[in-house]
Structure formats: C-alpha cells, structure tokens
Nanobody, 123 residues
Framework: QVQLVESGGGLVQAGGSLRLSCAAS????????MGWFRQTPGKEREFVSG????????YYSDSVKGRFTISRNNAKTTVYLQMNSLKPEDTAVYYC????????????????WGQGTQVTVSS
C-alpha cells in the first residue's frame, strides 16, 4: 500500500521559513517524479515544485521561484520542500504527490497523493 505522509507545516510570520517533508512508503521512490502542490479554499490545487527521480532536474512555479527549494533523499524515501521568505499568499494546504512518468504539473497526471499539511503565514 502506497503512502505519502507530509509533515512540517505550521504557523510562521511573513519572512520566515519552514521545511516540509514527505515520507513515502510502499513504492520505490527512486523511480518516481515527485511534486508539491498547494490549495486554498475555493481554489484549484496548483503546482508548486517538482523534482525528477534522480534529483537532477527541478521545477518551480513562478510564484515560488527563488524562495522555495525542492530536494529528495531516495535512500530515506523522503522529499523535502524548503520554503524561505514566506509570504501571506503562501498560506495553503501543501500536498506531495508521486508520478510514475516524468515531469508533470497537472493534478490529473499524478498517481499518489498525501493528505496534506497546513501552512499559515501571518502578516
């Protein structure tokens, strides 16, 4: 049974940092493209960042580029999202997802999802 479990969310002031983790089990993480998405009430889930199975290729949405960094440790079956210079508009539930194919930015392209972790940035 595949499980993705996010952690590391919380409340932080604007300008602060958080590091999200996504622990994977039940799959060979090293063969999956991994993505982070976020969602706020009433809005569609949006792509934030993605990383290739090797960790060599990384992708970011324009809204987080230069502030967020994605990384992975396949040996520890964990994917990370380091979030710096946080803004109130970064407030959302953050989800990690696994895609057995390659680069994917659409929700429909992902095979497995975690339950999400809340990030709240106060002004």
């Amino acid at each position: 049974q595949v499980q993705l479990v996010e952690s590391g969310g919380g409340l932080v002031q604007a300008g602060g940092s958080l590091r999200l983790s996504c622990a994977a089990s039940g799959l060979n993480l090293g063969t999956y493209f991994m993505g982070w998405f976020r969602q706020t009430p009433g809005k569609e889930r949006e792509f934030v960042s993605g990383i290739s199975w090797s960790g060599y290729s990384k992708y970011y949405s324009d809204s987080v580029k230069g502030r967020f960094t994605i990384s992975r440790n396949n040996a520890k079956t964990t994917v990370y999202l380091q979030m710096n210079s946080l803004k109130p508009e970064d407030t959302a539930v953050y989800y990690c997802a696994a895609n057995v194919r390659s680069l994917a930015t659409k929700v429909s392209e992902y095979d497995y999802w975690g339950q999400g972790t809340q990030v709240t940035v106060s002004s």
